[in-house]
């Protein structure tokens, strides 16, 4: 077991470091441009996400200390929650804490009741994320730099701005991956018009309708 955990910590490394370094290769050449362009969020967008993502995380952490694993996912200002807390009521009032946030437009609460988990699941988490999102960036047409993979267990939840089209492979591409059993999609969806108009203009618009969550 131990074994098999540091083969996969250091794939998701070597994975990882191989990411990297594409975007850092990248930043003093034309394709640094297309690699932010490839986020159909505005820049704005982007900012408010990351401190979202921040500012609930560091909250959250220090209201429920070790009674709650809180991981938060902020993708064009919708929220998805996921983890373990200790009782119905955290779990309530983590979700209600981050939908009266500034600028949150939605929160997808799937956190679980129960123990947090081990160090050696959250890798396996970890490691499984970077498999899909390694399948994802070299799949043809499908934009994955808009897109926010999370893996918990066996679950993966799948957000960004996309086209029926897109959805519809990147469910097919998570759902496809060894230790998948269920994908859900929180994913904005577009026209195919809309999409030219972001691929010419480099940025989405702020005011995306919201959609149910999809399996």
């Known amino acids: 077991m131990f074994n098999t955990l540091r083969i996969k910590l250091f794939t998701t490394l070597l994975i990882i470091s191989f990411l990297s370094g594409c975007g850092v290769l990248a930043v003093g050449g034309v394709v640094a441009g297309a690699t932010v ?8 967008v982007q900012a408010i996400d990351k401190g ?47 939908k009266a946030m500034k600028n949150v437009r939605s929160v997808f609460n799937e956190l679980i009741i129960g123990p947090n988990s081990s160090y050696t699941a959250r890798a396996n988490d ?7 999102k390694t399948q994802m960036i070299f799949t043809e047409k499908l934009p994955s730099n808009s897109m926010a993979i999370v893996a918990e267990g066996t679950s993966v939840y799948l957000m960004g701005i996309l086209t029926q089209n897109e959805a519809d492979l990147a469910k097919k591409i998570a759902s496809n991956t060894n ?36 399996q």
Do not use: C, W
């Open 37 to 44: 362009m490839a986020d159909r969020r505005t820049p704005a």
């Open 126 to 132: 970890t490691y499984l994320e970077s498999k899909i």
């Open 52 to 98: 979202i993502e921040l500012e609930a995380s560091n909250a959250l952490a220090k209201r429920y200390g070790d009674d709650a694993h809180i991981n938060v996912t902020s993708f064009n200002q919708k929220v998805l929650l996921t983890g373990e807390v200790k009782d119905a009521d955290i779990k309530g009032q983590a979700g209600a804490y981050v």
């Open 179 to 214: 230790g998948v059993k269920e994908v859900y999609a929180y994913f904005d969806i577009i026209s195919e018009a809309e999409k030219v108009r972001l691929e010419k203009q480099g940025k989405a618009d702020e005011s995306q309708p919201n959609t149910a969550p999809n």
